[in-house]
């Protein structure tokens, strides 16, 4: 059974920057797309970033483009965020997404091409 545990949130001031990370146990493949997604009270859960199953292809969110990476460390069992530049409006609880399997790249996006999720770490950007 795939688990996915967040960590790295907190609350930081507008400018700073954060690195979350996603630690994954129970993982049988390497052929699986991983993401983050993010989600604030009342608003549907958004896209933010997602990294692919071959050459580590990535796929970012117009919002977060040129302040987020997202990137997983070689045996694929950490999936890590890091966010530079944060605004106000990036303030959400982040969460962590497994697909077991590939799928197109315009699959990435979509909350409901991923078969796994982790609880979720909340960042706060607030002065």
């Known amino acids: 059974q795939v688990q996915l545990a967040e960590s790295g949130g907190g609350m930081v001031q507008p400018g700073a920057s954060l690195r979350l990370s996603c630690a994954v146990s129970g993982r049988t493949s390497n052929d699986i797309t991983m993401a983050w997604f993010r989600q604030t009270p009342g608003k549907e859960r958004e896209f933010v970033a997602a990294?692919?199953?071959?050459?580590?292809?990535?796929l970012y969110a117009d919002s977060v483009k040129g302040r987020f990476t997202i990137s997983e460390d070689n045996a694929k069992s950490t999936l890590n965020l890091d966010m530079n530049s944060l605004k106000s409006e990036d303030t959400a609880i982040y969460y962590c997404?497994?697909?077991?399997?590939?799928?197109?790249?315009?699959?990435?996006?979509?909350?409901?091409?991923?078969?796994?999720w982790g609880q979720g770490t909340q960042v706060t950007v607030s002065s």
């Open positions: 997404a497994l697909r077991r399997s590939n799928v197109v790249r315009s699959a990435w996006p979509v909350d409901r091409s991923y078969d796994y």
């Open positions: 990294i692919g199953p071959r050459y580590r292809a990535t």
